[in-house]
T-cell receptor, first 115, second 110 residues
Framework: EPEVTQTPSHQVTQMGQEVILRCVPI?????FYWYRQILGQKVEFLVS????????KSEIFDDQFSVERPDGSNFTLKIRSTKLEDSAMYFC?????????????FGEGSRLTVL | QQQVKQSPQSLIVQKGGISIINCAYE??????FPWYQQFPGKGPALLIA?????SEKKEGRFTISFNKSAKQFSLHIMDSQPGDSATYFC?????????FGTGTRLTVIP
């Protein structure tokens, strides 16, 4: 069964460092997302991406964050200068179509710990 | 702004009992309402979903009830099993993204 894969599974970084989280969405999917989940809390939307550009972003997704689809398979989330409050589980997700008809498939997440 | 409100925060049910989780939304533009199940250390996985043109959808032991006028929907898990112990998130979909509720941690006691 096709799946969304994420790397690394866990990253520990010092405050102020740059972090890149990587995702490989399901191959025929067109819509890509990043969500985050602070431990034990709800899943929060960060950004959606379609046709090589951001479709929508939340208030959380400030100038410290960026996304990129550098090639045909990877979808990355970059945090430019990490803060302690960026510590969370980051989930990548993809969907085949847009019009609220399809399932959003999530990866297993990348746990980011900022010290 | 909390787009989707979910309750209860946690729920303990005996094996064989019925688990009920409730959600409410504000934005009438939402037109797709999935429930996701999350086990520890895993990403959320779609459990069941409903559109607002129907009032109920059933898949096995899982049923969604939807009340469009009240802007509320709920998940019922019949004959709850210990393997159902997980965190459940309701969600509502807008044009470009999915808004999640705060989650309900369900524990089914054998």
């Amino acid at each position: 069964e096709p799946e969304v894969t994420q790397t690394p599974s866990h990253q520990v970084t010092q405050m102020g460092q740059e972090v890149i989280l990587r995702c490989v969405p399901i191959s025929n999917h067109l819509y890509f997302y990043w969500y985050r989940q602070i431990l034990g809390q709800k899943v929060e939307f960060l950004v959606s991406f379609y046709n090589n550009e951001i479709s929508e972003k939340s208030e959380i997704f400030d100038d410290q964050f960026s996304v990129e689809r550098p090639d045909g398979s990877n979808f990355t989330l970059k945090i430019r200068s990490t803060k302690l409050e960026d510590s969370a589980m980051y989930f990548c997700a993809s969907r085949a179509d847009r019009a609220n008809t399809g399932e959003l498939f999530f990866g297993e997440g990348s746990r980011l710990t900022v010290l | 702004q909390q787009q989707v409100k979910q309750s209860p925060q946690s729920l303990i049910v005996q094996k064989g009992g019925i688990s009920i989780i409730n959600c409410a939304y504000e934005n009438t533009a939402f037109d797709y309402f999935p429930w996701y199940q999350q086990f520890p250390g895993k990403g959320p996985a779609l459990l069941i979903a409903i559109r607002p043109d129907v009032s109920e959808k059933k898949e096995g032991r899982f049923t969604i009830s939807f009340n469009k006028s009240a802007k509320q929907f709920s998940l019922h898990i019949m004959d709850s099993q210990p393997g159902d112990s997980a965190t459940y998130f309701c969600a509502a979909s807008g044009a470009n993204n999915l808004f999640f509720g705060t989650g309900t941690r369900l524990t089914v006691i054998p």
